[in-house]
């Protein structure tokens, strides 16, 4: 008689609702932390971020010391807020064509992040990008007052080569400068080859805090701006499809993926007990061990078959001598060499020996097996 194991709407109702309460508790979780963030901006380098790439930290020391910040994010805020002070822009190959030139001319101190080929033909057209190094520590190696004052920084990225003689270069990795910082009656202009100085998770080492103080409170002014792609200056301008989706979707999709992926664990769990059921017909043993020789022959497997027979027969040893299961062979080959008189490579010949060559080969060890149990059994 067989039992019945199909789950019924039931069952899977009672399955399934622990999992979808947890679900559910997610999704509120979430939705109740977002809705609780309000207006609080996210991002890298973002002043108001108190993310580990954030910049909160050296915003409040700049603010401390009298720098009056403004934040923006589209270039019409950047234009409106740009009179003379400093400009920090976070992502220069996110401002809307020929945006970089005309903030130059509005500003008296313009610092740029890891400019592109595209951002330098705007703001610096003496300058071009060369190579690229990891983000360490680095010595200034120059007399500008921000560098020297604070002396190793957390430098590196991009390099920047100029043939302008009154550029003044920092920080050189490899023999190219991360900090270029060129003057002209324009105002004057600052490359740098990361922001990672400026971020929450540094600022704290090195002499990060100072530098980022000195370098963007030289005004009374800042202009903080963090480029976005929802700009609406962008409008034609082709953007990677990365960098259209807004950052708190991609959040959202991460979340959601984890809460799948420990989902999927949690359900992988084992199901329960086997249900045995009788079988329909009854195989009698020495027909499962002609089919399995056979299939041993067919595919010419006599190691296997040999490693098959002799862990069998070492098993059996084992328990008629009293000897533990994880027993290792030297305790077994003594054991049995002991109880029959067996010389100890000859027993080890047999029950641990290379596999049998051919087929005949194989026969010999099935009964050499068989002797070795029966002179034990005898003894």
């Known amino acids: ?52 790439q954030g910049s909160h930290a050296l915003a409040h020391l700049l603010e401390q010391e009298g720098v009056q910040i403004r934040a923006v994010h589209t270039l019409a805020e950047a234009r409106e807020a740009a009179d003379s002070g400093t400009l920090l822009i976070t992502d220069p190959q996110l401002v809307p064509s020929n945006g970089l030139a005309d903030l130059r001319r509005r500003v008296a101190h313009l610092v740029l992040v890891a400019p592109g080929s595209s951002a330098l033909g705007m703001a610096a057209p003496t300058v071009s990008v060369g190579g690229g190094g990891e983000v360490r520590t680095l010595q200034p190696g120059c007399t500008v007052g921000a560098a020297v004052s ?42 740098l080859g990361t922001g990672d100085a ?9 002499g990060n805090a ?9 005004h009374r002014q800042l202009v903080w701006y963090v480029p976005s792609t929802e700009d609406p200056a962008l409008a034609g301008e082709k953007k990677p499809f990365f960098e259209l989706i807004p950052p708190g979707w991609r959040y959202g999709a991460l979340t959601a993926g984890i809460a799948a992926v420990l989902f999927a664990l949690w359900r992988a769990r084992r199901l329960g007990p086997v249900v045995r059921e009788p079988l329909p017909v009854v195989v009698r043993s020495a027909e499962t061990a002609e089919g399995r020789a056979r299939l041993y022959r067919r595919g010419g497997a006599s190691g296997h078959a040999a490693e098959t027979l002799r862990e069998a027969a070492r098993t059996r040893l084992r ?39 051919d087929e005949a080969a194989l026969v010999r060890l099935a009964d050499e097996l068989d002797a070795v149990e029966r002179e034990v059994e005898r003894s």
């Open 198 to 206: 400026f971020t929450n998770d540094q600022i704290a080492k090195e």
């Open 319 to 357: 328990k008629r001598l009293g000897l533990p299961r994880d027993a290792g062979p030297p305790a077994v080959v003594e054991t049995v060499s002991a109880r029959t008189g067996r010389a100890p490579n000859e027993v080890g010949a047999v029950l641990y020996g290379p596999p049998p060559s």
């Open 210 to 218: 100072a530098f980022g103080m000195r370098l963007l409170g030289d």
């Open 1 to 52: 008689m067989s039992t019945a194991v199909s789950p019924d709407l039931r069952r899977i109702w009672r399955g399934a609702r622990i999992p979808l309460a947890i679900l559910l508790l997610i999704v509120i979780v979430a939705l109740a932390i977002v809705l609780s963030r309000g207006k609080q901006t996210s991002g890298e380098l973002e002043p108001g971020s108190y993310e580990p």
């Open 150 to 191: 604070a002396g190793s920084v957390t430098l590196g990225g991009r390099h920047y080569l100029t043939e302008d003689r009154t550029a003044r270069a920092c920080y050189r990795e490899n023999g190219e400068p991360t900090f270029l910082q060129l003057a002209d009656r324009t105002g004057t202009v600052t490359l």
